[in-house]
């Protein structure tokens, strides 16, 4: 199967959330896992990482960090994601040496060409739709898209709002992976099993 699922933690982790991850891994049409937790505490975060990183090294997916490049490289994630405000690309390049770091570049064809500078191994797009984990970002449209399909060699990542019924326009313009988190984890009809299936 076709790995193109770059997935989002909930917002909060519970004791039930190791179980439904593993199913949802284990499905197997994931490639990337982003942890991303606000406002916890270090102990805590190096807790919860832990145990997840035994579930996605066992489903040979890729725990990504978000914001953080220095929690990521001592928990040994096998990357960092981060947003245009999260510090030195430079020096998480330098810290993360062969390791995934993935930068936010919104709606900018300017800040995709910074982002290679700064050797980022992917770029990633959005808000395309209205999404419940960001509600105030800014919108990004397949114009993008169309555009780093033919100028940027890096794998393209699209977020925001993305559910079963409008990723495959993302795809079809360029996109390698789509970043769910809200349609697995909070999905009114369907548990996180169900959901991860709407997506072949």
């Known amino acids: 199967m076709n790995k193109f699922v770059y997935l989002i933690s909930p917002k909060k982790i519970n004791n039930k959330f190791y179980l439904d ?4 891994l284990s499905y197997k049409n994931v490639s990337f896992f982003q942890l991303r937790l606000k406002k916890i505490k270090k102990n805590s975060f190096f807790k ?3 145990k997840i990183k035994k579930i996605t090294s066992k489903r040979k997916v890729k725990l990504i960090i978000n914001d953080n490049f220095i929690l990521a490289s001592m928990i040994k994630a096998d990357g960092c994601h981060m947003g245009q405000l999260d510090g030195s690309f430079k020096m998480a390049r330098y810290k993360l040496k062969n390791k995934i770091l993935g930068i936010t570049c919104h709606n900018s ?10 050797k980022a191994d992917y770029i990633a797009f959005g808000s395309f739709f209205k999404s419940k984990l960001k509600p105030k970002a800014k919108k990004a449209d ?3 898209l169309r555009w780093a399909k033919k100028n940027i060699k890096k794998p393209i990542v699209v977020i925001g709002g993305i559910n079963n019924l409008n990723y495959k326009k993302l795809i079809n313009a360029g996109a390698k992976y789509i970043a769910i988190s ?12 169900q959901a991860i299936r709407k997506f072949k």
């Not at 809200?182 to 099993?193: A, G, R, T, V, Y």
Request: net charge positive; charged share 25%.
């Open 21 to 24: 991850l593993d199913k949802v």
């Open 48 to 50: 919860i990482a832990n």
């Open 109 to 118: 064809k300017t800040l995709a060409k910074n982002a290679i500078k700064s």
């Open 142 to 144: 397949l114009n993008i």
């Open 182 to 193: 809200s349609f697995i984890w909070d999905n009114p009809k369907l548990n996180p099993e």
